[in-house]
């Protein structure tokens, strides 16, 4: 069983075109988060979110919006793609305050 | 600001070496300090991580040392294998949250047969 799954794995799109990233945990985690990573591989947290409360970083821009339908999902919508998009984007879970993550496999999205 | 100061950026190493991968912090709020591995096309996973009120942990060939006086701490692999290349981060937590954790720029560490 897999954890963290996200869909889809890889994404190709045109700049300026709306596009979204599911994600569903199945490890009964309270927190979701989506991070970024870039060609360099840096790892720079997006959100964190659990039912009480949405932490944004705030270098995030507002086109970047997190949607949870309920506990074990948190998708990421893009409006207005840019180039500077393209990145992998992962989706990570945790219990409580606990330090240990848990991501998925990523999301490939390559803006052209 | 970088809180997280990873090096080498690369590290390759022969087949039953030692690879030694080093951070440095800079908040003195940090108390969680946990390295993750990411092999190609995949995400991060938790390989091991320590607490500041010891200074060193040894999960198999995978020992961090931490020095809390210096602030800095290291991930060691002993015997290194093929098995082993990928890119591995440190981070940092103050508080132990994951909401906090902040990681290094990686290291991408190759093991040559």
């Known amino acids: 069983d897999t954890a963290v799954s996200q869909t889809p794995k890889y994404l190709v799109t045109q700049m300026g075109n709306d596009k979204s990233i599911k994600c569903e945990q199945n490890l009964g985690h309270d927190t979701m988060y989506w991070y970024k990573q870039d060609s360099k591989k840096f790892l720079k947290i997006m959100f964190s979110?659990?039912?009480?409360?949405?932490?944004i970083n705030e270098t995030v821009p507002n086109r970047f919006s997190p949607k949870s339908p309920d506990k074990a999902h948190l998708n990421l919508h893009i409006n207005s793609l840019e180039l500077g998009d393209s990145a992998v984007y992962f989706c990570?879970?945790?219990?409580?305050?606990?330090?240990?993550?848990?991501f998925g496999p990523g999301t490939r999205l390559l803006v052209l | 600001q970088q809180q997280v100061k990873q090096s080498p950026q690369s590290l390759i190493v022969q087949k039953g070496g030692i690879s030694i991968i080093n951070c440095a912090y800079e908040?003195?709020?940090?108390?969680?300090f946990p390295w993750y591995q990411q092999f190609p096309g995949k995400g991060p996973a938790l390989l091991i991580a320590?607490?500041?009120?010891?200074s060193e942990k040894k999960e198999g060939r995978f020992t961090i040392s931490f020095n809390k006086s210096a602030k800095q701490f290291s991930l060691h692999i002993m015997d290194s294998q093929p098995g082993d290349s990928a890119t591995y981060f440190c981070?940092?937590?103050?508080?132990?949250?994951?909401?906090?954790?902040?990681f290094g720029s990686g290291t991408q560490l190759t093991v040559l047969p």
């Open positions: 908040n003195t709020a940090f108390d969680y």
């Open positions: 981070a940092a937590s103050k508080g132990g949250s994951a909401r906090q954790l902040t």
């Open positions: 990570a879970s945790s219990q409580g305050y606990q330090a240990a993550l848990y």
């Open positions: 320590i607490r500041p009120d010891v």
């Open positions: 979110y659990n039912n009480k409360e949405l932490i």
